[in-house]
Structures are given as structure tokens and as C-alpha cells.
């Protein structure tokens, strides 16, 4: 059976006997790791925070930009957060704590947009985030209306 994935990001995939019949038309997390921390090098981040769902592909792909990190920029800190939680004021507030330069961001869309606005919120839009493929989509800087009434 053959697939064609255009999502399918893994490094793992890589080097499996039946690759021959897999194809991806997305580059490989370990490029997009690689990618990510030479850009925070080029960008002369010194002490970086590396911010990743905890799942395969959040974590994956912080473990890539962390090693590809290593004798150039300083990781202050590898924060994993579940991305269905809804809040992350604890994980950010941690990062404000830290003062990096910049943090890897590795999200998706719908928990990004909560990041991003929390993030603001406690100043961090500041400083320089670097964001994975994940995060793209639609609405990620739109205010969100409140649903309550005035009063």
C-alpha cells in the first residue's frame, strides 16, 4: 500500500524498511528542528527556552532544535505542556522568570493562540519567539470576544 502524507513529519519515518512506500510533502521535523535553531543562532540569541506540546511531535521536534543548540546558544529551559490544557500562565510565567533571549515555540494553532495571547499579557511579546509549522493557521492573533455582559 502506498501513502502520500502531507503532515507527516516525524524524523522516525526515516530509515524504516517499508519507506519505500511512504512519501511526505513536508520536510522531515528534523530539518524544521535544525532550521529553527540556526535561525535563533543568526538572530544572536544567546539564552533561548525551548516551549513544546508534550506529545511525539512537539517533543520531537525540541529535542532536534535543542541538540542542534548545543555549543551555540544556551538552553535555559525545555518546558513540556499538555496542549488541551487551556491555560498556560504557569509555563509562561516560568519563562518570564528565566528572562531567555527568545523561545522555540513547537504548538499547534489552537493552543498557540492561547500561548500568544497569554504570553502578551505578561509581556513576553517582547522578545523574539520562533514558531513551528504547527502554529499555522488561521485566527492566531484575533482578540477573542468576551461572552460576558456588561455590567
Not at 518546558?79 to 488541551?84: E, Q, S
Request: glycine letters at 10%; a positive charge.
Amino acid at each position: 500500500m502506498l501513502l502520500i502524507s502531507p503532515s507527516a513529519t516525524s524524523p522516525t519515518l526515516t530509515g524504516q524498511p517499508w519507506r519505500n512506500y511512504v512519501f511526505r510533502t513536508a520536510p522531515s521535523d528534523a530539518l524544521q528542528g535544525k532550521v529553527m535553531a540556526q535561525l535563533a543562532v543568526e538572530e544572536g540569541l544567546k539564552k533561548v527556552v525551548i516551549l513544546t506540546m508534550d506529545n511525539p511531535y512537539g517533543v520531537g521536534l525540541g529535542e532536534v532544535a535543542k541538540q542542534a543548540l548545543a555549543g551555540k546558544a544556551e538552553v535555559l529551559a525545555f518546558i513540556k505542556y499538555d496542549p488541551n490544557k487551556g491555560d498556560y500562565l504557569t509555563e509562561l510565567t516560568q519563562i518570564k522568570n528565566l528572562r531567555p533571549d527568545g523561545v522555540l515555540h513547537m504548538g499547534y494553532n489552537d493552543d498557540g493562540r492561547i500561548v500568544y495571547q497569554q504570553a502578551a499579557s505578561l509581556g513576553l511579546d517582547k522578545m523574539r519567539w520562533i514558531a513551528c509549522d504547527g502554529l499555522y493557521g488561521t485566527g492566531m492573533f484575533k482578540k477573542e470576544r468576551s461572552t460576558s455582559s456588561p455590567g
